[in-house]
């Protein structure tokens, strides 16, 4: 069956702060200018937000350039920082850190804690109002490239296609999305994003891109508990000082709290879990007695892109551009990438409506990275670019270098220090102290199928698998042998599984493709990178509310 193809002027991958604020500040030039253009947004998720997962505490910085009246509009950005509390904890308690001695970057007064795919939804509903086609339930699958190698836009993947690859009954084929110009704005590790970094060897002359796994679950506390406004941040307990990572807990309205873990995925411990990590976070006393009482509502998980600007690729190609966390914008020093996604995809939209206005397409926007360079999103980054690789010297060794950057050298060190990547730092799991987690007690930790259940996912079962092994022998020869099968335990869904046969032999990989949550840990860990995510059928996936 042939696929059908429509035209636009612009293509935007991806229904995110990036890709939303890309295609509402297209069409502001538009109308701005009398010039129109056509904008069309494709999200994989079966509504916009519905796969978006932050904190998130959100620096109003990007919104009030993209829509200075957002109050005005009814934005959900109501709860404005009263109190920033950074705790570093032992196993038993914890020192808080005076906010004199606290670097600026670490600092939320003027900041507003949001449920970031809220705020996408209510993004989304701006950019239809301003004639945005706007598609949700529509993956991107596949990049096509025109008879010179530009990018030419994508095609959404094909429905009903049987796990065995052959057409269903219910087979529809993906659709060609053509464009002049094609953004690529799918968050962090994006899938096709990957694919371009390669295909134009965008990489070069970088840092490889680091990252985290961020747990996050929503909670409704008793009202003498919850105290809006107040932003909690802890480092130390339970990871050991070698490993970084960090915990938060951000006071919502309505009584809700928002707590979540970040574990660096440079971590070198196999036996080492993100998700009982995060559920042992709960039970330090600094954080339980937010809790206690309380119910939890919600729980996903997603990866960070924390590399900074030594680890950005090259943002532009002939014919489009990365934005957002696809292309590494996250301030890592902050946990802040929601405005630095909006203002990476209003530079790239200003770059691709001057464009085609000039009836140019699939060339390089090169104005885009220029503008970047003399932005104020630059200068932040640049600012806090050396805090991962600070970081990776230990949690107080790294503390007191960053603040003595920040404090003293104001972000002004005249070097750049490097990052690394992090799939091969992995030790052997023999030389490993194996790490004995408590049992959940179902009140305030849990196991992660119950969890996994909170996020809403699924997958239809009779499909090709998402989760593509390159090599099948390596999760048993190569994963299992030296590592323990580490996938086990940094995938916060239960979807990898060692099983064995009734007698407890002949080791095999299952994977629970359905339980996926889309944080593309697994892409980015598997210590051979064997593991390639790609998207499965659009609209499947968690169903997020408002995480
Ligand atoms: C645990 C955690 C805590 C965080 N805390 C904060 C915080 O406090 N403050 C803050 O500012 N930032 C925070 N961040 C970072 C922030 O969430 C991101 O920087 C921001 O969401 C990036 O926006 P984006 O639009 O680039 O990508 P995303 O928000 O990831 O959006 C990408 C969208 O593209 C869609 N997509 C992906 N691939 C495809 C495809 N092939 N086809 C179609 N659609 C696709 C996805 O489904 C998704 O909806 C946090 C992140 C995490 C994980
Ligand atoms: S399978 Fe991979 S992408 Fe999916 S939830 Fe597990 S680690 Fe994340």
Redesign the pocket.
Known sequence: MERESMEFDVLI???????LAAAIRLKQLAAEKGNDISVCL????AEIGA?????????PRALNELIPDWKEQGAPVTTAVTEDRVIFLNETGGRKVPTGLLPDCFLNHGNYIVR?GNVAKWLGEQAEALGVEVYPGF??AEILFDETGAVKGVATGDMGVTREGEQGPAYQPGMELHAKYTLF????R???GKQLEAKFNLRNGVDPQTYGI?L?ELWEVPAERHEPGVVVHTTGWPLPSDTYGGGFVYHLEDNLVAI?Y?VGLNYTNPHLSPFEEFQRYKTHPEIRKYLEGGKRLAYGA?A?AAGGLQSQPKLVFPGGALI???AGF?NAAR???????IKSGMLAAEAAFDAVAAERQRDELAAFPEAFKSSWLYEELHKTRNFKPYMKKGLWMGSLLFGIDQKVLKGKAPWTLHNSSDHDKLKLASECPKIDYPKPDGVLTFDRLSSVFLSNTNHEEDQPCHLQLKDASVPIAVNLAKYDAPEQRYCPAGVYEIVRDESGQNPRLQINAQNCVHCKTCDIKDPTQNINWV?PQGGEGPIYQGM
């Open positions: 991958v991806g229904g995110g702060p990036a890709g494709i999200e994989k998720a796969h978006i997962l932050s904190g998130a505490v959100m620096d970031l993956a991107g704005a799918e968050g962090c994006g899938h096709l961020g996050k979540g970040v997603r960070i957002g966390d696809d996250l946990i802040k990438g929601s405005h630095a996604a998207v």
